[in-house]
C-alpha cells in the first residue's frame, strides 16, 4: 500500500518560518519563467525559497532568495518541501534530493509526459497557493535498491526510483544473461538488455520496452527484456520482497548498468546486479485525488470516446 499522509502532520507549528526549495531546468526559457512567477508568489506569500548557487546564476531572483553552494541533502535541512520545475530528467534528479533529504517533492512538468509530475505549467498559481497553505497530501513510492557484484564481491551499490537497466554496449553484439528470482535461475538469452522497475518505473522505460502498466498503489517489483531472443522471455511481475538478479555470462562483451538514466556503471563480463525493494522510499507531494487511470488517459492521450460507464 502506498503511504498517505496530510501535509499539516509533517509540518511544525504555523508560527515556525517556512522555506521551499526550488529546483528548475535552466537551460529552458519556459522553466525560467516559471521559476520567476513562482519564486514571487512564494516570497509574496511570507515563504523562504531557496535555491542552488549554480542555478541562481541563471534565474532572475531577488537578493532575499536564499543561495547554498554545494548540491547534497544537507542544502534541505529546514525545508518542507522541494518544488521541481522541469520534464523527467530534472524530476528525477528532484527525486535524488527528496530520498536522500526525506522531504517530499512536488513536480511541475514543463516536458513531455513527466508521470512524476503532479502539475502542469498552467497550474502555477494553484501550486504556489496549495504550496502556501498546505494544500496537499504525502505519499511514498517504492524505490529499487541495487548492488553489482564481481567475483563474488560487491563493486557499486546504487538506487532506482523508475528502473535499474542492464544493457549491452556494443551495438553489433548481444548482451547474454542469465535471469534469476528469489535465488532461483528462470531463463538465459542473448538480448539488448533487462529492465528492473517499480512501479512507478512501469510507465518510463520499462513501459517502451513492452513491459506492463503497473498501478502505483500495487507493491511489486518487474524484470522486462529488452529485443530478447528467446521464446520465454516475457516481462515478469514478482512480490515486493523478490530478489531480481541479472547474471552478465562470462563469454559475453561486457555491458552497463544505468539507474534511472542518470548514474552509470560498466559491468565486467561475469557481473551480478541484484536488484530488491528500496530501504528508503521517495515522498512525493500530491495535490489532486484523481485516479491513476485518468492520469495514465490524459499523459498518453488514449482514445476513450464512446465510452458510456456502468449502468445506473
Not at 511570507?46 to 541562481?56: N, Q, T, Y
Request: glycine share 8%.
Amino acid at each position: 500500500m502506498t503511504e498517505v499522509e496530510t501535509a499539516e502532520e509533517t509540518e511544525a507549528a504555523d508560527g515556525a518560518a517556512r522555506t521551499v526549495f526550488l529546483l528548475a531546468h535552466t537551460g529552458r526559457a519556459a522553466a525560467v519563467r516559471s521559476a520567476e512567477l513562482v519564486v514571487q508568489g512564494l516570497l509574496k506569500s511570507g515563504l523562504g525559497v531557496r535555491v542552488l548557487e549554480a542555478e541562481a546564476c541563471d534565474l532572475p531572483l531577488p537578493p532575499t532568495v536564499e543561495r547554498v553552494h554545494e548540491a547534497t541533502p544537507d542544502v534541505l535541512d529546514g525545508c518542507e518541501l522541494i518544488v521541481v520545475l522541469g520534464g523527467d530528467g530534472t524530476l528525477l534528479r528532484g527525486a535524488e534530493f527528496a530520498r536522500a533529504s526525506g522531504v517530499p517533492m512536488l513536480g511541475v512538468n514543463l516536458g513531455r509526459v513527466g508521470f512524476l509530475a503532479e502539475a502542469e505549467r498552467d497550474d502555477l498559481d494553484k501550486v504556489v497557493d496549495r504550496v502556501v497553505t498546505r494544500s496537499y497530501e504525502v505519499e511514498e513510492r517504492m524505490t529499487l535498491d541495487v548492488l553489482v557484484r564481481d567475483n563474488g564481491s560487491v563493486v557499486h551499490a546504487d538506487w532506482a526510483m523508475n528502473e535499474a537497466a542492464v544493457q549491452k554496449v556494443s551495438p553489433e553484439r548481444m548482451l547474454e544473461v542469465v535471469l534469476e528470482i528469489d535465488g532461483r535461475p528462470v531463463s538465459g538469452f542473448g538480448c539488448d538488455g533487462i529492465v528492473c522497475a517499480t512501479p512507478t518505473g512501469s510507465t518510463a522505460y520499462a513501459f517502451s520496452a513492452g513491459g506492463p502498466v503497473v498501478w502505483p498503489e500495487v507493491e511489486a517489483l518487474l524484470m522486462v527484456p529488452i529485443s530478447a531472443h528467446a521464446l520465454f522471455a516475457k516481462p515478469l511481475v514478482t512480490s515486493p520482497s523478490s530478489v531480481l538478479a541479472v547474471e552478465v555470462q562470462p563469454h559475453t562483451p561486457h555491458g552497463v548498468l544505468w539507474c534511472d538514466g542518470r548514474r552509470t556503471v560498466e559491468l565486467p563480463a561475469g557481473a551480478r546486479v541484484e536488484v530488491r525493494r528500496g530501504a528508503v522510499p521517495v515522498r512525493l507531494a500530491r495535490l489532486h485525488h484523481a485516479s491513476f487511470t485518468d492520469r495514465l488517459v490524459a499523459k498518453f492521450a488514449l482514445p476513450v470516446s464512446g465510452w458510456r460507464g456502468a449502468p445506473h
